[in-house]
């Protein structure tokens, strides 16, 4: 079976389900919340599914640890491709891949990850310069095409960058920059705040994606945070039996088709 930017091609799925999982993703972004629970192997994958996760994420440092390589940018692309295919293979869900700066050659990259099976990509800026991130959104959005959810990571908040009055100014800018480069998705981890979050759904044009866990749990299943849509359940190898408390959330912006909002 090719499982390729989601293309089911065996005899279970066919041409006309080609498209299913990379569709499902993002339609998955744009109803409610999305917890996306973090895997590393085959075997946490298949865990949180069983839990019910409608799709699944890899963890970058997780992925990395799990191989031996140290986190950070250091995980050969074949062994990256490699952990994303035998996850991709144990899940019916979709699944999108942490893939960090998106390495020396963002289009390699790219094109390995789907055609391990990834429908999406996470791909940060490590609070860097915002014209070569914009570079990388727009190169891996070329080289993905419709069959890649690009989420873009922004980390200004996670990483402490800027004076803290001017981190949502910041962020927003950043993600108009990315949205207009192809990004799919905004990534803002470090985000704690019910009403700093509302302030970037409201002003950002794309869902936004939070961080949760036991200690980062933005409340946002309350009507009074206006959010829905997609968030990042951190897992890590030393307990993966634990499913996600409490959902961050990629939250959608509003507008008439948005079906995510409590009124």
Do not use: Q
């Amino acid at each position: 079976m090719d499982r390729a930017g989601g293309r089911e091609l065996s005899v279970r799925g066919g041409y006309l389900a080609a498209m299913t999982l990379a569709d499902d993703f993002r339609r998955l972004h744009a109803e409610g919340v999305l917890v996306l629970p973090n895997a590393w192997d085959a075997a946490s994958a298949r865990l949180v599914e069983r839990a019910g996760a409608a799709a699944v994420a890899t963890t970058s440092g997780a992925v990395a640890w799990s191989l031996g390589v140290p986190d950070g940018d250091r995980l050969p692309l074949e062994l990256l491709a490699g952990a994303v295919e035998r996850i991709a293979a144990a899940v019916a869900v979709p699944v999108t891949a942490d893939v960090e700066s998106g390495g020396p050659d963002v289009a390699e990259t790219v094109r390995a990850v789907l055609a391990a099976g990834a429908v999406g990509i996470n791909i940060e800026d490590g609070g860097g310069a915002v014209e070569l991130h914009r570079d990388r959104v727009a190169a891996a959005r070329e080289a993905g095409g419709r069959d890649l959810f690009v989420n873009a990571r922004i980390d200004v908040y996670l990483f402490g960058i800027g004076d803290p009055e001017g981190r949502a100014a910041e962020t927003i800018s950043r993600a108009g920059v990315y949205a207009e480069a192809g990004a799919d998705g905004i990534f803002v981890p470090g985000v704690t705040d019910l009403d700093l979050l509302r302030t970037l759904v409201a002003e950002i044009p794309l869902p936004v994606n939070v961080l949760t866990g036991r200690t980062r749990r933005p409340s946002t299943s309350s009507p009074r945070s206006g959010c829905g849509g997609s968030a990042w359940a951190p897992a890590w190898p030393r307990r993966p039996t634990r499913r996600p408390t409490g959902p961050p959330a990629s939250c959608s912006p509003p507008g008439p088709t948005d079906r995510s909002r409590t009124p």
